[in-house]
Structures are given as structure tokens and as C-alpha cells.
């Protein structure tokens, strides 16, 4: 199986940064894409960046400018780097890898860190 393991969440003041990781260990085979989400309590989770295993990025418009996702190989870790935060990007925020175990392809979740931005 994957465990997938985030840390870097917390409270911080507009304008300021974080960065978010996730770790990924397990029966691991090859990760392909790699992706950050955000949900808010009653709100559909929607993500807000993602990597491919070649480097290639997709961001949210809302996070465009602010946000970078990146990617350690060899570590099999994501990260986020968020500046300029805004009290809007308050929410839950998930990492998710799509991987191949074996010969099964499949979608992990991490557990979700909290991302509080004070106004």
C-alpha cells in the first residue's frame, strides 16, 4: 500500500508564506502525476495545482503568481509554496499522487493539513 504523509500547515497572517509537503512511501513502483487540493467545509474539493513526473505544472487561476508546486523524485515528495496568502485560501488541503503498485494504477489521498490565513 501508499502512505502518504503531509506536513507544513498552520496559521499565518495575510501576505505571508507557507510551504507544504507530502511524502509518499510504500510498495511504490513509479509515481506519475502529483497534485494539491484544497476543500472547504461544505464545498466540493478543487484542486489547485498539479505536476506531472516530466515537471509540467497546472495551477488554479485563483493561485496563479502565488503558488508553486514542485517535485523531488527521488524523495517521492511534493511541495507547495504558498506566498502572498490571502484569508480566501483558509481550507483543508490535500496532496494526491496517482501511482503504480505493481501493476495497478491507482489515486492516494493524504490525510489533509490545515491551512488557516488570518486577515
Known amino acids: 500500500q501508499v502512505q502518504l504523509v503531509e506536513s507544513g500547515g498552520g496559521l499565518v497572517q495575510a501576505g505571508g508564506s507557507l510551504r507544504l509537503s507530502c511524502a509518499a512511501s510504500?510498495?511504490?513502483?513509479?509515481?506519475?502525476?502529483m497534485g494539491w487540493y484544497r476543500q472547504a467545509p461544505g464545498k466540493q474539493r478543487e484542486l489547485v495545482a498539479s505536476i506531472t513526473s516530466s515537471g509540467i505544472t497546472n495551477y488554479a487561476d485563483s493561485v496563479k503568481g502565488r503558488f508553486t508546486i514542485s517535485r523531488d523524485n527521488a524523495k517521492n515528495t511534493v511541495y507547495l509554496q504558498m506566498n502572498s496568502l490571502k484569508p480566501e485560501d483558509t481550507d483543508v488541503y490535500y496532496c494526491?499522487?496517482?501511482?503504480?503498485?505493481?501493476?495497478?494504477?491507482?489515486?492516494?489521498w493524504g490525510q489533509g493539513t490545515q491551512v488557516t490565513v488570518s486577515a
Open positions: 494526491k499522487i496517482n501511482c503504480i503498485i505493481g501493476i495497478v494504477r491507482d489515486d492516494y
Open positions: 510504500g510498495s511504490i513502483f513509479r509515481i506519475n502525476d
